[in-house]
């Protein structure tokens, strides 16, 4: 089995974002196990972090040309080419402390992250790596573009380009992930079409993109530059996409792309959100115990930190959890929960109070998953900024988000939101009294 790696020493890169066009200063810090990757924004009083991950995306529509994560109003944009480093580099746990809102573009590539990277050495942990194992077959497709994502006992990405260019053409590139750099698929840069430039531009995108940092293809050649590789558009775009993946974690499944980019790519991870959320259900195969995680709760385990029973216990599994930090819980609502007998029986609408009850339970196992506070009592205090969104129904699989706030000793706030198919359903600002049991 793979174990968890981190770095070993502080590394600092500084650049200039591709979009924005500012300078911006990046260091790299090493990280526990299970952390993940975690952004810190720096420049910011407080400080945000954003962990990298399948609920941390945001929208391709709002953010063009670009993969961008974000936490209420803070975002960090262009992260693909750092996260393909760290997924080729096989890199688990990370803090990437930035003082700006873009990651730097560097050369147009993920090369000189992985230089500073590997400066940095790369060390093995003690905890086994966590693997997203696809067991039955997934596909998105978006135009003419299509993913198709089937079973792999390895990570191999089959991508097929094709443009409308004579430079472009087309290309294919099928690789296996298993540490050989020989192809060289981190130096590949980002590239346009001469004829998006001014679009691009009017976009407010490419603000720090120039001719050494971009291959712009006209019609007849490469403007003012020329290709490091061979077939550097193909594996740019794979570069692209490894870090998009990475945003699910590490996969065994053989991912096979046509003429994908961020907005597809990103797609797919919602696939993937949901695909991952069925399997940690039971849903998927004939049993999910592979996708089981350090982090993750089933019902005899949030019996253990909440004193809730039927019929006022409302959350069926805690598929995500980082210790004082953030918890993701689920809420199957079925026909026969309790209160559709008595709330709206002709149009069965789950209890708004209960959605907040969910929310409130979930962010109780949160603070109460702490070592400090075992075997304490979260007392529901106050609940502010409520806001309800859509109804709930039967049918629905309630998605609970909570993140916390302001942690004292006896008093703790968290931030809520509950989702159904990826759109907000209601959101709070609940606030709890910590008391001994």
């Known amino acids: 089995m793979d174990k968890q790696n981190t770095i070993k020493n502080r590394v600092v890169v500084e650049g200039v974002g591709l979009h924005t066009g500012k300078r911006v200063k990046m260091e790299f810090l090493p990280a526990p196990c299970n952390t993940g990757v975690v952004f810190i924004r720096k ?8 962990k990298a991950d399948l609920y941390s995306v945001l929208d391709p529509e709002k953010y063009p040309r670009r993969t961008s994560i974000g936490q209420g109003d803070v975002f960090i944009h262009t992260i693909e080419h750092l996260m393909s480093a760290f997924y080729l580099l096989g890199i688990d746990n990370i ?3 930035i003082w700006g809102e873009e990651v730097p573009g560097m050369d147009g590539s993920a090369k000189e992250f992985v230089e500073k990277l590997l400066e940095a050495e790369i060390v093995s942990q003690e905890a086994l790596r966590k693997y997203l194992v696809i067991r039955e077959p997934l596909w998105v497709e978006e135009n003419d573009s299509c ?7 390895e ?4 991508y097929t380009l094709k443009y409308d260019n004579r430079i472009i053409n087309t290309g294919f590139l099928d690789i296996i992930l298993n540490g050989d750099f020989s192809d060289k698929i981190y130096e590949a840069r980002t590239f346009c079409l001469e004829e998006e430039v001014d679009s691009l531009m009017k976009m407010g995108l490419g603000k720090g993109s120039n001719y050494e940092n971009t291959l712009v293809v006209s019609k007849r050649k490469i403007i003012k530059n020329q290709l490091r590789l061979s077939d550097e558009f193909v594996k740019h775009k794979v ?13 065994k499944a053989h991912v096979i792309a046509i003429r994908s980019g961020h907005s597809l790519n990103i797609k797919l991870l919602n696939r993937l959100k949901k695909y991952k959320e069925k399997a940690l259900l039971g849903g998927v195969g004939s049993s999910a115990s592979y996708f089981r995680e350090e982090g993750e709760l089933f019902i005899d385990d949030i019996k253990q930190v909440l004193p809730h029973r039927y019929p006022f216990l409302l959350v069926d599994r805690i598929i995500y959890m980082e210790k004082g930090k953030k918890a993701v819980g689920i809420k199957n609502v079925t026909i026969n929960d309790y209160f559709f007998q008595g709330h709206f029986p002709s149009k069965a609408v789950m209890p708004g109070v209960l959605i907040i009850e969910a929310m409130a339970q979930v962010g109780g196992v949160l603070m109460l998953a702490d070592e400090e506070n075992k075997g304490k009592l979260a007392y529901f205090m106050a609940a502010n900024n409520i806001k309800f969104r859509k109804t709930v129904e039967p049918g629905d699989q309630l998605i609970i988000e909570v993140t916390t706030g302001k942690i004292k000793k006896r008093t703790g706030t968290v931030i809520t939101k509950a989702f159904v198919d990826n759109k907000i359903v209601a959101e709070a600002e609940l606030m709890f009294a910590l008391v001994d049991n």
């Open 147 to 153: 993913i198709a994502v089937v079973p792999y006992r």
């Open 155 to 158: 990570t191999r990405i089959s």
């Open 95 to 97: 803090y990437v402390g």
């Open 239 to 251: 570069l692209d996409l490894l870090g998009d993946l990475y945003l699910a974690g590490f996969l």
């Open 43 to 50: 420049d910011l009083s407080p400080e945000v972090m954003i």
